[in-house]
């Protein structure tokens, strides 16, 4: 299928557009391959911080979502999500105690953890939390043992779900050796999320927390986890300048593109339309793109760019514009944007 | 002098909080070097999109402001700010050309170029604009031949201000040339700004557009062009997991301190109160912290970060913190913050 491009000047660039038709689709076929597997799918909603696109992933099948901090949850709960998971560590602080026993009365809350004081600071917030012990992933970030962030390199897809399964398994048996019940083992990131061992396969992993799946991005693309055709967000921009031959310069720079750009990735972004160019600079508002034997476009030109990370691209603005069938019909509030307290 | 250090719990964190007393320092030493040396000082806004302080800087002598985008312009208009340049090539589409037209009745606007197409078209819009020639940095981004953004590196600070001095006086005088006045000559970023060669010392640059000087950043502590003590702007943070003896782990992620880390630089920015830790990851919501054999923070800790580049992490909040002998008195709206357009 794929997004329907759109024509010169359907938006003011550089603007972030989701394409309603490719999102649609990306959210039902999550969803029905995490049923198809016996797994509950809880979205991570810090990659659309959409509330809009929160309420299509439930209405698709999702149990709830999942967010990265406190201040996400409250945004999503305040925009009538009842079911969160805070993915995270959370210290509860005089602050953040009072804001869980708030958050707490008015929708089911669950919050990660990796310690037995964050826990002991969370138990006496008096607030009806759930926990969730946090698993480390072999990056040596938080969490207490191996988890899927390490699918984010080509060719990590089918090990970095074997490894999920296993340390899941693991850290279920030790929890319930010890009398603790361990219902939810959560897991699957969007690179590794086809992959997850569940129930109907056998597997221990009972809850999918993909976020990237919805939007897709040109890392996906490139790790082999998605195609072009399902990438459902793109940056439109014009080009500024043509100032020599070798380069073409675009509106769209780090501050709408996002920054993000691992070593195994071509460039900062992928150009659909122009298939052999790379974006070989990118600066706070200037991409710096080298046509290569393709063709080029002229000052003025509107061209459509998949980025590479689209989680850093959301938090950037205000508004998703929203396309169907080639036209720009509305716009969504980035709900959460900016959302780190 | 320095920022005062703030007491724990004086924020929820992650927050970015300005030291109200370093960043006045920092406006009165540019506006007096720009002074003596005969030259205007017009200071890029794009650092910290913030009325209150572009409001400072007029009053410690600034003639005007630059800003990077046409929508960033039109936030500091709203704000009362009369006199605003434009550092970037815009191509005056529909959209544009409309609101170029609007906001020439209301201040004094000019306007970056580098092609002729650009020039007829912001002259097709008929609204009294001043347009300046963008000259290249050397860089191969936009622009017409060499200027000072590659003092972005060790070692390239005098070089840098001599190329651009040598480059803008070789544009003016192809400009005079064609019977073309080249009134403003205008240069200097905040690495190479102290070493621009003025009219007083008989050099071309009548101009001055530094933007970081006004915080400072970890960027210009390592390039020699700041001292600790110059930075005015820190994130809080707290300390949200220990778990190894290797590492420690902040809640202050790349969604805060930004993403930028160029290789010369050893971190994801600097602890001051752990002059030995290097922040070795950095997450969206996660900094992973190597102590070496330095003093370890405990969970809970609220230490502070001096981020990398200052102008990403402004564009990421919606309020800077604004603190004054040690206490947070107030907050600044981040007034132009995601104005791309």
């Given at each position: 299928m794929g997004r329907t491009p759109l024509p010169p000047g359907a938006v003011v660039t550089p603007a972030v557009v989701v394409d309603a038709a490719v999102l649609g689709a990306n959210l039902r076929a999550m969803a029905d391959s995490a049923a198809r597997r016996g797994m509950a799918l809880r979205p991570h909603a810090k990659t659309h911080k959409s509330a809009d696109i929160a309420h299509r992933q439930l209405a698709a099948g999702a149990a709830g979502i999942s967010v990265a901090t406190l201040g996400e949850a409250e945004a999503f709960a305040d925009a009538g999500i009842g079911d969160i998971f805070i993915a995270y560590p959370v210290w509860a602080d005089a602050d953040r105690a009072a804001r869980l026993r708030e958050l707490a009365t008015r929708i089911r809350l669950s919050v990660g953890t990796d310690s037995a004081a964050a826990v002991a600071r969370l138990a006496a917030t008096g607030a009806p939390i759930r926990v969730l012990v946090e698993v480390d992933c072999g990056l040596a970030r938080s969490g207490v043992a191996p988890f899927p962030v390490h699918s984010y390199e080509p060719g990590r897809l089918a090990p970095a779900a074997a490894d999920e399964a296993a340390a899941l398994a693991a850290a279920a048996t030790s929890l319930e050796a010890a009398g603790l019940p361990c219902p939810v083992r959560s897991g699957g990131s969007t690179p590794s999320a086809a992959r997850s061992a569940g129930p109907a396969d056998g597997g221990p992993v009972t809850e999918l927390r993909p976020g990237v799946y919805a939007f897709n991005d040109a890392q996906q693309v490139v790790l082999g986890a998605a195609t072009l055709d399902q990438v459902a967000l793109a940056v439109q921009a014009t080009v500024?300048?043509?100032?020599?031959?070798?380069r073409f310069i675009l509106d769209a720079g780090a501050k709408v593109l996002g920054p993000d750009r691992p070593a195994w990735m071509p460039g900062h972004g992928l150009l659909p339309g122009y298939p052999e160019a790379v974006i070989t600079g990118l600066w706070e508002h200037h991409a710096v793109v080298t046509p290569g034997s393709g063709p080029r476009p002229q000052a003025g030109d509107q061209i459509t760019v998949i980025p590479n990370h689209v989680c850093t691209v959301v938090n950037l603005v205000d508004w998703l514009y929203v396309a169907e069938g080639g036209a720009v019909t509305g716009r969504w509030p980035v709900t959460a944007r900016g959302r780190n307290v």
């Open positions: 500024v300048s043509v100032p020599a031959a070798d």
